[in-house]
């Protein structure tokens, strides 16, 4: 069910938007012990000394409290570390701006606000659940061929770009297939890529990534299914978890993240053929030969006189997805646009960019290579691609190259400058 900001109680406006409780709520968790105190003394909260924060939190919000009203009780450079908690940019000024910056930002966050935009696609600063929920979701019901995404990995230290962990990434991520299902077109996919997942402190892998994808597939209100499973296997990947395998050795790199391709339906639009890899250098031998050994095979195959003659312009993709060459002697076989964007040259042109500006490039990168295989295999020039946690906005910029329109939401507005990064200037219009 589309949600709106009517389906809460409004406490204050900003710019004619109402301010809902949970912007509140998301202030009011900001925000230390000793200043949720002093707050709760100013609405005369019983025994305030001896509570703890989420007992103060509990008490505030029974007060009915104005967004303003807490903001204002803040002093000016705690509210810069609130408007950091909430990662939300504010101006540098007086506090009636910066209230103002971070009530807005929550309106953003939560309605969702055009950033930047190309002929082709869109990128909306904002809490993907929250949009997707809102009017921008309610345009794209059955619309979307495919929904294509990195979300934040359970990981067990919190990194920058944020990251649910344990049982609250198990629920999170959950609880939006539904949500993700009603977006898709008849046809549509979803493609989830994930990392694996440690225990905290030990050397043994968790279960909770795959949990976590099985929740999410069997959700009864989504109606999914699982088309395929894919490995997406990087050879290059900085050896980890470090604790063990570089410092204890005792465990080796984790070298490959899952993929998984899912959709409402047993037949989502997709065609292999579009995503063939060259044939090896033997296979093109054994095709200008026109001959082979044919006959039985110790695994009881029978095969056929001119079974393998066909040329079919390349073979059938393996579900490893292998976008760097583990051996060096041997090309990489990839399909044409996976291996154009696999290539490192428009990686480098983005760290350029970044540098120039003096800008860190997001640290958990969707591999270009991946997005470029998965947008071939599922689509076709014209549809729509849609990426709820944008970040750097890699689904975004791949598939503005390969004339598929696009979408990108993302909570971080520091990301979002990086996705301008990815466009000419010419073809890139900024609000």
Avoid at 35 to 43: D, I, N, T
Avoid at 93 to 99: C, E, F, I, Q, S
Avoid at 287 to 308: C, M, V
Wanted: charged fraction near 25%; proline fraction near 5%.
């Amino acid at each position: 069910m589309t949600r709106s900001a009517s389906d809460h109680v409004a406490y204050g406006k900003a710019d004619d938007v109402h301010v809902v409780e949970d912007d509140v709520s998301s202030v009011l968790a900001s925000l230390k012990v000793p200043q949720l105190k002093c707050l709760a003394h100013r609405c005369d909260v019983p025994k305030v000394s001896s509570l703890t924060k989420s007992k103060l939190l509990a008490a505030l919000k029974n007060s009915s409290l104005d967004l303003h009203q807490v903001l204002q009780s803040v002093k000016l450079e705690d509210l810069f570390s609130v408007a950091d908690a909430l990662k939300i940019n504010v101006p540098k000024r007086n506090k009636a701006d910066v209230v103002s910056g971070i009530v807005q930002g929550l309106v953003d966050r939560r309605l969702g606000r055009l950033d930047h935009e190309t002929h082709l696609g869109k990128y909306y600063l904002g809490e993907s659940g929250k949009v997707l929920h809102g009017e921008i979701g309610a345009n794209l019901e059955g619309k979307v061929n495919l929904i294509l995404t990195s979300p934040p990995f359970p990981l067990n230290k919190k990194k920058k770009y944020g990251n649910f962990r344990g049982d609250e990434y198990r629920q999170w991520l959950s609880q939006l297939a539904p949500l993700f299902s009603k977006l898709l077109a008849p046809d549509g996919s979803i493609v989830i890529e994930l990392g694996n997942a440690w225990e905290h402190g030990r050397p043994v892998q968790s279960l909770l990534h795959l949990h976590a994808l099985i929740d999410f597939v069997e959700n009864e209100e989504a109606n999914l299914r699982l088309c395929q499973q894919f490995v997406c296997y990087n050879p290059a990947r900085l050896p980890g978890p470090a604790q063990w395998v570089t410092i204890k050795r005792t465990r080796v790199t984790d070298s490959f993240t899952q993929v998984w391709w899912m959709a409402k339906s047993d037949w989502p639009k997709a065609d292999n053929r579009r995503v063939l890899r060259p044939y090896s250098d033997s296979m093109n031998s054994l095709l200008a030969r026109g001959q082979y050994n044919s006959g039985d095979r110790p695994s009881e195959h029978k095969i056929s006189d001119t079974g393998f003659l066909a040329n079919h312009g390349g073979s059938i993709m393996p579900n490893v997805l292998e976008l760097e060459s583990s051996d060096l002697n041997e090309a990489i076989r990839l399909p044409q646009n996976t291996l154009r964007f696999a290539n490192t040259q428009s990686n480098d042109d983005f760290h350029r960019r970044c540098k120039t500006a003096g800008i860190v490039p997001h640290p958990a990168r969707m591999p270009a290579g991946l997005a470029a295989f998965f947008i071939e295999f599922l689509t076709e020039p014209g549809d729509l691609v849609l990426d709820p946690f944008g970040g750097s906005n890699t689904t975004g910029y791949v598939s503005e190259q390969m004339d598929r329109r696009w979408i990108a939401v993302e909570a971080d507005r520091q990301y979002a400058l990086q996705s301008r990064l990815r466009f000419p200037d010419d073809k890139l219009k900024t609000y």
